[in-house]
């Protein structure tokens, strides 16, 4: 994706209510992965908050799930195996107990 097309996609979020500069958005994908640079980058520009996981913590869902809830995450990103093993960790435990997120994109397969 060139500058302008990201640019143009990060504006499209705002646009159509996605993104702003309210959220909180945990950084889960993995520097290796392109959408870290919308987690981080995007959300920056726009003023968002980013909340950083501490290294391979993305893999530790107990970790994550309450991360989310002790810094109201708003806003997500990730893909389908990861947010069905995400969500069985969740339904499973009571340790999100309280849901702060209010936009959850789910790309890829």
């Given amino acids: 994706m060139t500058h ?3 640019i143009s996609f990060m504006f ?3 646009h159509i209510g996605i993104l702003s500069e309210t959220d909180i958005v945990v950084q889960l994908a993995a520097c290796t ?3 870290h640079i919308q987690e981080i980058l995007g959300s920056l520009i726009f003023s968002a908050t980013v909340v950083m ?3 391979q913590g993305n ?3 107990v970790y994550v799930t309450q991360t989310l809830q002790d810094k109201q995450v708003t806003y997500m990103l990730n893909v389908p195996s990861y947010l069905d093993q995400l969500c069985n960790i969740i339904k499973n435990s009571n ?3 309280r ?3 209010r936009t959850l994109c789910c ?3």
């Fill in 33 to 35: 992965f392109d959408a």
């Fill in 4 to 6: 302008h097309n990201f």
């Fill in 53 to 55: 996981l501490q290294p």
């Fill in 12 to 14: 499209s979020l705002l």
């Fill in 107 to 109: 790309v890829g397969k």
């Fill in 99 to 101: 849901a702060s997120i």
């Fill in 95 to 97: 340790i999100c107990s």
């Fill in 59 to 61: 893999m530790d869902f």
